[in-house]
C-alpha cells in the first residue's frame, strides 16, 4: 500500500468550475504504481482488504447500519464499464453487490420520470452497487441525439444533484468514475473486437455512429461533469486508456471509500454464554 | 480434471424413490479429490473454464440464445450456503450472475402466491441465477412451523414441479442442491460463531429453537426431495462437513452443466469487413 496522499482527493473533479476534457491525458497514471507489474500486483493485494471491508459493511447493516457505496461508471463505448465490474467488482462477495447495467429504457420504464429505474437498482444497505452506465446517460445520449427537449435536460441537472444529495443523506457515499479513454485507444479496441472472432458479439454497427458523435458526447460529458460535481457527490476522472491503471484506481477509489467508512462487527445483541450453554444443553 | 463419471449423475437423487437422508454420509467426499488441498486446488484450477463457459453463455444470449441456469441451495442453517456463493460463484463474472437470498416474505410477498417473489428473481437469459434458500421454504419451514395448512402444502410440491418443468421448458437449466451437514456439524459451526467476536453477527437465539426442530426438518426435507425430484429438475444430495468438498463438487456440477450447454460465441451479423473500413475511413 502506498503512503500518499489519498487518490480521491487526485482524480476527484473541482466542483463549480468548468471542465476541460482535452485538459486530461488518459494515457496518464496519476498516482499509480510505476508499471503495469506493479499495478497488477497492488490491485491483487487490494482483494483481500477489500473483501474483508466489504464483509464488515454488510455484517454491520444486519444490526441497523444503513450504510451503503453505490459506485456509478460512465464512459464512452470500450472505455471500461464492462471490465471494471469483472475485474474490480470480482474483489467482492458477489452476495453483496448490486449490478445493473443500463440499457436504453424500455417502454415500460418510459412511462415515468427518467430517474424511476434507477431508484429500483440502488443498493441496499450494506450493498455495494454498481451502475454500469446510470441516469446521466437521461443527459448523454438524451442531448447529444436530442431525445428529449433542451429545457427538460437542463432541468435534469438539477434533479439529478437533488436525487444524489438525498441518497447521501440516506446513507449512500456516492463514487461517480468517468472513464477517460482517448478516440485513438477507441478505435483501437473497437478494431480489436472486430478482429478477434470470440470478441466480435460486442461490436454492433451502431458503435460507428455513437463513434461519429465523439465530439458532442465530449460536450456533453463536460456539462454533465460541471454541473453534477457537488461536495456531496464529486464526479472522478479516471484516465482509462491503461486498463490496468483503471482497475487498480478503482479498487484504490473503493478501499479508500471502505477505510473512511470502517465498518465494524456489530456486537451480539444476545447472551453469547446462555446461548452456549443452551445449545450444548439440549445434547444432553 | 478427472475423468470418470460425471458427479452429476453420482450426486443426483433417484427420482420416484423415496429418500432417507441417513442414508448418506454428510462426511463423505463422492467423486471428489483425494484431499482437501487436491481439492483446493482442483476447484480454483475449475475457476478459467467456468468463467470463460459463463461468457460465452452470456454472449450467445445477446444473440438470442435464451438458456441460463439456476442453481437452487437449500440447506439447514450453517450448511454452507452462503459460503457456496461466496467461493463458488466468486470464479464468474458477476455482472452475469444474479443472486437472490430469500428471507421470510414480506408483507407485500404474502400477498401473493408463494411462487410470486420467486419469479421476479429468476435469471435473464444468459444469466447465472443462485437462489441462497428459495419456494422450497414454502414446504420446508411453512410444514414445520404450519405456517399454512396441511392441503396447501400438498399442493405446493406439485405446484413446484409445474414451475420448475416450464422454467426447464424456457431455456433454464434448473441445478438444486441440497447442502447435507450432520447434527454434530451445525453444533460445531454454531458454537464457532459464538466463540468468534467477528462471526457473531451470523448468530441469531432463533437458531437455537430452529435446531430443536432437526427432526422435523429432516423430514420435511425428505419429503421435498422426494416429491419434487423430476426428470426435468432432479436434486443433487452435496455432502457438506467439509466444505472444500461442497465447493469443489458445485464448482463441479457447474461446470458439467456448462460443458453440456457448451454455448457459443455468436458469429457476427453485420459485415466485418464492411465494419472495419467503415472505421478506418473516418479517420482521413
Known amino acids: 500500500m502506498h503512503d500518499q496522499a489519498p ?6 473533479l473541482p466542483v463549480g468550475k468548468p ?10 497514471t496519476p498516482g499509480g504504481p ?21 464483509e464488515r459493511l454488510w455484517a454491520a447493516a444486519t444490526a ?7 459506485l456509478v461508471l460512465q464512459g464512452m463505448d470500450t472505455s471500461g464499464k464492462g471490465g471494471t465490474v469483472k475485474h474490480v467488482i470480482g474483489h467482492f462477495n458477489p452476495a453483496g453487490c448490486r449490478i445493473h447495467a443500463f440499457k436504453s429504457p424500455t417502454r415500460e420504464e418510459r412511462q415515468y420520470d427518467f430517474l424511476w429505474r434507477v431508484a429500483k437498482e440502488l443498493p441496499r444497505p450494506g450493498e455495494i452497487g454498481i451502475f454500469d452506465r446510470s441516469h446521466y446517460e437521461d443527459v448523454l445520449i438524451a442531448k447529444v441525439r436530442s431525445l428529449a427537449p433542451v429545457g427538460e435536460i437542463k432541468s435534469r ?5 437533488g436525487f444524489e444529495t438525498s441518497l447521501t443523506g440516506n446513507g449512500v457515499t456516492v463514487i461517480k468514475c468517468f472513464l477517460h479513454i482517448s478516440r485513438d485507444e477507441q478505435l483501437r479496441r473497437l478494431l480489436k473486437r472486430l478482429d478477434t472472432p470470440h470478441k ?12 461519429a458523435l465523439w465530439p458532442a458526447y465530449q460536450g456533453a460529458y463536460e456539462t454533465a461533469l ?21 482497475n487498480w484506481a ?23 454464554q446462555e446461548c452456549r450453554a443452551l445449545l450444548l444443553a439440549e445434547e444432553g
Open 157 to 161: 441537472y438539477v434533479r439529478i444533484n
Open 226 to 246: 460541471t454541473r453534477c460535481a457537488t461536495p456531496a457527490a464529486p464526479w472522478h476522472l479516471v484516465p482509462a486508456d491503461h486498463k490496468w491503471y483503471r
Open 200 to 211: 466480435r458479439w460486442k461490436f454492433s454497427p451502431g458503435d460507428i455512429d455513437e463513434r
Open 250 to 272: 478503482i479498487s484504490r477509489l473503493l478501499l479508500e471509500c471502505l477505510r473512511e467508512l470502517d465498518p465494524q462487527y456489530p456486537a451480539a445483541d444476545y447472551d453469547v
Open 7 to 12: 487518490l480521491g482527493d487526485l482524480l476527484r
Open 64 to 70: 441497523g447500519d444503513r450504510r451503503r457505496i453505490l
Open 19 to 28: 471542465v476541460d476534457l482535452s485538459a486530461y491525458d488518459s494515457g496518464a
Open 34 to 54: 510505476g508499471s503495469k507489474a506493479a499495478g497488477l500486483a497492488d490491485t491483487a493485494r487490494m482483494g483481500k482488504e477489500l473483501a474483508g471491508l466489504q
